[in-house]
């Protein structure tokens, strides 16, 4: 299986800066102890996630006669609204299939940004869009599952190196695994005496599993789901899964109430609204500094949209994780 | 009165990098219309606000004689942070005047910054900062009215022409006015085409007053103390009304509502907690595009030290402004 390179991610990052940000490494005086903290926001990131990088960089190589006819994808998370963010920037239709109990507000802000949604039963999403897709001769980008993606995901990697040369650590989400695959190219090509290691959470370990197994485990979505990370649920690929085995140092995991107090610390220290799937990095150097390697840390922080109910009643409740200062 | 020069402001620009994080643009698509909006997110700054700018530019400009025995200020706000912060990187004592109301959390991390608390009546914290600074040999430094405070503060109008040089509109919140005075000279320096506005609450509209009737007019406490934007019932010195006379191109006011408003659609749509002060220049943005320039706008968010409690509320409470869509 052929691995996405250190220059396939820099082409992508040149290609993409036009709509993407280059988010700052936020050093973090509140996390002191076991080397410094940096955070890279990409909550603050155009649509809200790092998932532009990767929805963008594969648009942008897509054949144009393919690309001209529109693109499709199965999301109801932050693919989605990054795909059609990048494919309206273009004026390429889009189209998103989601299931039929997605929440209300992630269909509205989808179609809002100008794209097609097509509801069906959650089993269906991935087999509908891949017929639509051959039907319509629409180009399918899908979530993780594709080099292009895991590419401008790996920009976020790249520019980490960029800024901070001397990192020694990079902290990284592992959902489906094309962030993860991409940070860790790009680092351990530039810098190889980084750590980079995947955070998980506890309830969602089918990496973690996969990695200690040497073989893909998947664990079904009536277990994953009981995570609050809900960007954190997908399973690996066979393409991200050997990315992270090629390239990935270690994986740790988490706990629900670690994550949540991530997610509390965040706002009142960092300013930063981020979500659950996104909190997972930080939750990690909080409290769990005995499984990380010390030095100079970037902890990923890969999207903020958060349902603010939940976010409301994290603010007002009392820590209820130990360790943190 | 000799006025901070761009000069200057790149002189403090290169000293202050090893502990200023230069913050990004971040674009606002949420915000369509009226030519695009920018954010400059100084709430992810060191400390929280933009004040670690000034005050570390002002302590290092201090001759190390005079330095070395200490550095005092009056603040109950920002600045007492960041001094106190600046001041223990460079192994600087630190003492911050605070009035005996000030409200215990600030008390508490000011002085887990190292800085030491001197509580007084709240009428007296300047005379006592001034005479201990005297009696003690110290430096004092205080939060707006000095050429080095306002130097360090213009490098936020640096780094926004930097990164945005075909800017056309530049929003700045007004208080004691040296973030405003600061990048009013670095902005119509470096552009001068370029509109930069300043914005303030309606209940502390002393600077709009001031530059209206061409004298400084000062507000008492009682009455700007109404607004929720506390860091900006200040009233200019001299020295920041020189500035904003000579640099300023407007100044508009925003209502309680709209300043409300504008905190709630950070959160909800930029991931940002920006304290109600820092909020003021998205209010004018969304709420009062008929009294600014159209064009490329940036808005400086100055700071995200805001209280939880009136934070929650705004998130859980539905919108009272008109307007934004």
């Given at each position: 299986?052929e691995?996405?390179?250190?220059?396939?991610?820099?082409?992508?990052?040149?290609?993409?800066?036009?709509?993407?940000?280059?988010?700052p490494?936020?050093p973090c005086?509140?996390?002191?102890?076991?080397?410094?903290?940096?955070?890279?926001?990409?909550?603050?990131?155009?649509?809200?996630?790092?998932?532009?990088?990767?929805?963008?960089?594969?648009?942008?190589?897509?054949?144009?006669?393919?690309?001209?006819?529109?693109?499709?994808?199965?999301?109801?998370?932050?693919?989605?609204?990054?795909?059609?963010?990048?494919?309206?920037?273009?004026?390429?239709?889009?189209?998103?299939?989601?299931?039929?109990?997605?929440?209300q507000?992630?269909?509205?802000?989808?179609?809002?940004?100008?794209?097609?949604?097509?509801?069906?039963?959650?089993?269906?999403?991935?087999?509908?869009a891949?017929?639509?897709a051959e039907?319509?001769?629409?180009?399918?980008?899908?979530?993780?599952?594709?080099?292009?993606?895991?590419?401008?995901?790996?920009?976020?990697?790249?520019?980490?190196?960029?800024?901070?040369?001397?990192?020694?650590?990079?902290?990284?989400?592992?959902?489906?695994?094309?962030?993860?695959?991409?940070?860790?190219?790009?680092?351990?090509s530039?810098?190889?005496?980084?750590?980079?290691?995947?955070?998980?959470?506890?309830?969602?370990?089918?990496?973690?599993?996969?990695?200690?197994?040497?073989?893909?485990?998947?664990?079904?979505?009536?277990?994953?789901?009981?995570?609050?990370?809900?960007?954190?649920?997908?399973?690996?690929?066979?393409?991200?899964?050997?990315?992270?085995?090629?390239?990935?140092?270690?994986?740790?995991?988490?706990?629900?109430?670690?994550?949540?107090?991530?997610?509390?610390?965040?706002?009142?220290?960092?300013?930063?609204?981020?979500?659950?799937?996104?909190?997972?990095?930080?939750?990690?150097?909080?409290?769990?500094?005995?499984?990380?390697?010390?030095?100079?840390?970037?902890?990923?922080?890969?999207?903020?949209?958060?349902?603010?109910?939940?976010?409301?009643?994290?603010?007002v409740?009392?820590?209820?994780?130990?360790?943190?200062?």
């Open positions: 299986m691995l996405v390179s250190i220059d396939d991610i820099r082409t992508a990052a040149t290609s993409i800066t036009d709509l993407v940000v280059h988010t490494l936020l005086p509140w996390a002191a102890g076991h080397g410094s903290l940096s955070l890279k926001p990409e909550n603050l990131q155009t649509t809200g996630s790092f998932k532009i990088r990767g929805a963008y960089n594969a648009i942008r190589r897509c054949p144009p006669s393919l690309r001209d006819r529109g693109v499709i994808t199965y999301s109801s998370g932050n693919h989605a609204q990054a795909l059609a963010y990048a494919a309206r920037a273009l004026g390429v239709p889009c189209t998103v299939v989601m299931p039929e109990d997605a929440r507000v992630k269909v509205t802000a989808t179609r809002s940004l100008g794209a097609e949604i097509v509801l069906v039963p959650p089993a269906e999403r991935k087999d509908v891949t017929r639509l039907t319509e001769g629409l180009a399918l980008i899908p979530p993780f599952d594709h080099p292009d993606v895991i590419g401008g995901q790996g920009t976020v990697g790249l520019e980490i190196v960029e800024d901070l040369p001397e990192v020694d650590v990079v902290l990284v989400p592992v959902g489906g695994g094309a962030l993860a695959s991409g940070v860790a190219t790009a680092v351990k530039l810098r190889p005496s980084a750590s980079v290691i995947g955070v998980e959470p506890e309830l969602a370990a089918d990496a973690a599993e996969s990695l200690r197994s040497g073989r893909l485990c998947t664990w079904p979505m009536t277990r994953t789901g009981r995570t609050v990370a809900d960007g954190l649920r997908t399973n690996l690929s066979d393409l991200t899964f050997a990315h992270l085995r090629t390239h990935l140092d270690d994986l740790v995991t988490v706990s629900e109430e670690e994550i949540t107090d991530a997610v509390a610390h965040l706002a009142r220290s960092a300013h930063l609204i981020v979500e659950p799937s996104g909190a997972v990095t930080v939750a990690a150097y909080l409290f769990n500094k005995d499984r990380l390697p010390a030095g100079r840390t970037v902890a990923v922080l890969s999207g903020g949209n958060v349902d603010f109910g939940f976010f409301t009643n994290v603010l409740a009392p820590s209820e994780s130990q360790g943190a200062d």
